[in-house]
């Protein structure tokens, strides 16, 4: 693991696995505070000179141009077979997915079973925001029962439209996962928690663990027509009843590693 | 110089494999060779064939329409194939599935029992190689020792010991042939 | 070294892996099925990579991911399953990274069948996938061309930054010829200068396929435009037979080309003066060379496994300066030697029109022979 020398005086600094790009996210949203997480974690780490990076379809899209590390664009929920690839021939890289919810669950819902399943030793940062941010707020697999989006004017109606899908828990039953959890972005003591999940998810790949999954509850304030400050308060009303945090899948092995 | 062969039966009588013996013959003596199979839904139990052709240049097609010669193991391969041989081309009739004589005079017509065979041999599996040797009793293009040689060449390590009772059925086979061959008109 | 008797899908996996393979993903689907099933023992034994994906979405974005580390890869289908990766060959087009595609062809449109078809050139040479791209498509007729041009695949496709597609049928997967495989080469990784393959001591690297920017897009576009006019100006390859005083050429590539061959001998026997023209390189098309022959033939035949789709291509180049005839069969039937004779023996006598449809004509004829 790599030191860092942190002044005494250094309260707050730009992570080193980011890039100078200023990131192009609206205002309020929490894939900044993910994106950072996440740097902060290969900082600490020392991973980013042997880190490829998937972006996805989505907001995050242009995930590759704030982290400095390599990076792919895949296509739309195509990013862990774009993965598995990577991984299967850069065995002794560190390999990281970052998808949304439209993306990884719903056109993208076979490959991130299948790797899931085949316990690719890869890292998915998954965040749920319960709708599509980038094509203007339309539902999602995980828009929660009656929600209003753009093309759920009325409601979300689980009779014609299905119900959402609780993709930590649904991964978690295969074989193959090794470590599955939910977190949420809405408050510092949660962010945190986040944090410590995102660092553990790499371990578990520079273990050579398996599979890794960190789902983070996140807020799109711009298309669910809220404050950032409302739409974080509706982050814990609303979706965390429905998205319960929690550890779905740690694997035997992870444990026994006491990652 | 160009000679084709279609081998037809019921899929498990070992007729791809005696099709690809014959293709390691020919390959061994120098010659061009392909093999094809008929490939797909009937692998798997029904009707099986493959076509092998023998050239000493470049082969075109690799399938024909009219054959220099057959093998048919079972009565519909002889329903189909015998009217599709070349004048003066060579049918081997497995007599041991076949209930009916050849109809056309104008081809060599070697009928075997080649089931029958194998059995008295007491490998009934090797129906197929009877049926090659019944071939070869009828056909130019290839000798019992270049089938020989073949076998000798390309069976498995751990299939070795049963050449020399590949050899006997090969041998019945043109036995057989010689005795039972009726010549083209 | 000796010839060995190989079946066609097991050859072209076993130069794959001599030409340095060094990652395959795939999806079973017949009749290409032996590529994939050689590759899962041969390619761990090697300590290569080998996946068999959940489908082949899945299959050709492991393709890219390991494709854009520089690794030699390669998938292998068949048509419904080369329609289903096209989403990912625009996206390997638009990286601007290496990939070899092996697809064995079979009946269509649709579920189809698993019978032998060329119903997939217009597919794969003339795009498929959205956008402007061009894919460099080699059709082998035997198997030892096949085998030959596995390593060619992967040298043009790294050349030139660009998918490499071997287009072969069924019956070239299925059949088994004598053949010599290439020389054992190990798998090396080139140190390509757009490689993600970890930023350790240089500046980090991003391979995408996404251009924002109109202008930058078309940029872009022209940068895959200049290599394919590159490509058109040396990977243009075919085999010619009995060309030297042919009055009549018959075109046709791969499996139809062959079967073609057998007819052209046949004619040349009863004394006609006949000659075949095999495209190898289908995409770039050898035009000039076609265009060349129109200038010395009386007429030409071209005969496909499909509907006329590179009869286009032969129109092209001939430009309506001799008459085109044109003799198919469709959804996995393969011609025999006799049927195109027979077009052939029509051709040398028949009256034939500058301004005919040959399709057209065509098609009359085969509603009278398939009813």
Redesign the interface.
């Known amino acids: 693991m790599a030191t860092l020398t942190i002044p005494d005086n250094l309260v707050y600094e730009r992570p080193q696995s980011f890039t100078d790009s200023p990131t192009h996210y609206c205002p309020g949203c929490t894939h900044g505070v993910a994106h950072r997480l996440v740097a902060e974690v290969l900082d600490e780490m020392g991973l980013a000179n042997r880190t490829v990076g998937v972006a996805p379809v989505g907001c995050s899209v242009f995930a590759y141009n704030y982290f400095n590390t390599d990076f792919v664009e895949a296509a739309h929920g195509r990013a862990p077979a774009m993965a598995t690839g990577i991984k299967r021939v850069l065995p002794d890289h560190i390999v990281f997915t970052y998808q949304g919810d439209g993306d990884l669950a719903s056109i993208g819902m076979g490959e991130i079973v299948h790797a899931a399943a085949r316990g690719e030793n890869i890292t998915v940062i998954f965040i749920n925001n319960a709708n599509y941010g980038m094509t203007g707020g339309q539902m999602a697999p995980t828009t929660l029962p009656g929600m209003k989006t753009s093309s759920s004017p009325s409601g979300r109606d689980v009779e014609t439209q299905g119900y959402p899908i609780r993709v930590a828990e649904l991964l978690a039953t295969l074989e193959g996962a090794g470590f599955i959890v939910r977190r949420s972005l809405h408050d510092p003591a949660n962010i945190r928690k986040a944090k410590k999940a995102i660092r553990t998810a790499f371990e578990v790949q520079t273990h050579g663990l398996g599979f890794s999954l960190v789902e983070l509850l996140s807020t799109c304030p711009t298309n669910w027509g809220m404050t950032p400050v409302d739409a974080l308060k509706w982050v814990e009303s609303h979706m965390l009843p429905f998205y319960p945090l929690g550890d779905y899948k740690i694997a035997p092995a992870i444990t026994a590693a006491k990652i | 110089m160009q000679t084709e062969i279609i081998l037809s039966g019921f899929g498990g009588q070992g007729i791809m494999f005696a099709g ?1 013996v014959l ?2 013959a020919a ?1 061994d003596i120098g010659k ?6 008929s ?2 839904p009937e692998m798997r139990g029904g009707t099986a064939n493959c076509t092998v052709v023998i050239a000493d240049e ?9 054959p220099s010669a057959a093998v048919v193991m079972n009565l519909p391969s002889l329903d189909k194939y015998e009217p599709m041989i070349q004048p003066g081309g060579v049918l081997v009739i497995n007599t041991s599935m076949v209930d009916r004589s050849a109809m056309r005079s104008d081809i060599t017509v070697v009928p075997v029992a080649c089931n029958d065979i194998a059995e008295e041999i007491g490998t009934p599996k090797l129906a197929n190689m009877v049926a090659v040797g019944a071939l070869l009793g009828g056909l130019e293009a290839l000798t019992a020792s270049d089938i020989e040689a073949a076998l000798n060449a ?1 069976m498995p390590g751990r299939h070795k010991h049963l050449l020399p009772k590949n050899l006997e059925a090969l041998n019945k086979g043109i036995e057989n042939a010689r005795k039972n061959m009726i010549k083209a008109k | 070294m000796a010839r060995e008797l190989w079946k066609g899908n097991e050859a072209i996996a076993e130069a794959a892996v001599r030409a340095g393979l060094e990652a395959y993903f795939g999806y079973p689907i017949t009749p290409q099925n032996e590529i994939l099933e050689w590759l899962s023992h041969r390619m761990p034994e090697l300590g290569r990579a080998f996946v068999q994906a959940e489908a082949e979405l899945g299959a050709i974005n492991m393709v890219y991911g390991a494709a854009c580390t520089g690794a030699r890869v390669m998938t292998s289908s068949s048509s419904p399953g080369i329609s289903l990766m096209m989403e990912g060959i625009s996206y390997i087009a638009g990286t601007e990274i290496p990939v070899v595609l092996v697809n064995v062809m079979r009946g269509g449109p649709g579920l189809g069948n698993i019978a032998p078809s060329q119903g997939d050139y217009n597919q794969i040479c003339k795009g498929g996938g959205h956008g402007d791209y061009h894919v460099i498509v080699l059709a082998p007729a035997s198997i030892q061309e096949a085998v030959d041009m596995m390593p060619l695949a992967f040298d043009l496709a790294e050349k030139y930054l660009t998918i490499c597609c071997v287009l072969i049928d069924g019956s070239i997967g299925q059949m088994m010829e004598p053949i010599e495989l290439p020389e054992m080469r190990p798998a090396q990784r080139k140190d390509f200068p757009w490689a993600t393959n970890g930023a350790k001591n240089r500046p980090r690297r991003i391979l995408t396929s996404i251009y924002l920017d109109p202008p930058e897009e078309e940029k872009t576009n022209l940068r895959l435009l200049k290599r394919w006019e590159a490509i058109q100006a040396n990977e243009i390859r075919s085999k010619e037979y009995f060309l030297d005083d042919a009055e009549i050429v018959v075109i046709g590539f791969g499996t139809a080309g062959r079967v073609a061959l057998s007819a052209v001998r046949a004619a040349r026997a009863k004394g006609l003066k006949v000659g075949l023209f095999r495209p190898v390189s289908l995409s770039p098309y050898p035009y000039a060379r076609v265009a060349e022959l129109a200038g010395k033939a009386k007429a030409f035949l071209v005969v496909e496994m499909n509907a006329g789709q590179m009869l286009d291509d032969v129109r092209l180049a001939v430009n309506g300066r001799i008459p085109i005839e044109f003799y198919g069969r469709l959804g996995g039937v393969v011609p025999f030697p006799d049927e195109i004779l027979d077009e052939i023996q029509r051709i040398s006598t028949a009256d034939l029109q500058l301004d005919g449809n040959p399709v057209a004509d065509w098609m009359k004829r085969m509603e009278a022979m398939v009813r």
Do not use: A, D, F, R
């Open positions: 690809q293709s390691y390959m061009q060779v392909t093999w094809i199979p490939y797909g470049e082969i075109g097609s690799p399938l024909v329409k009219n390309h």
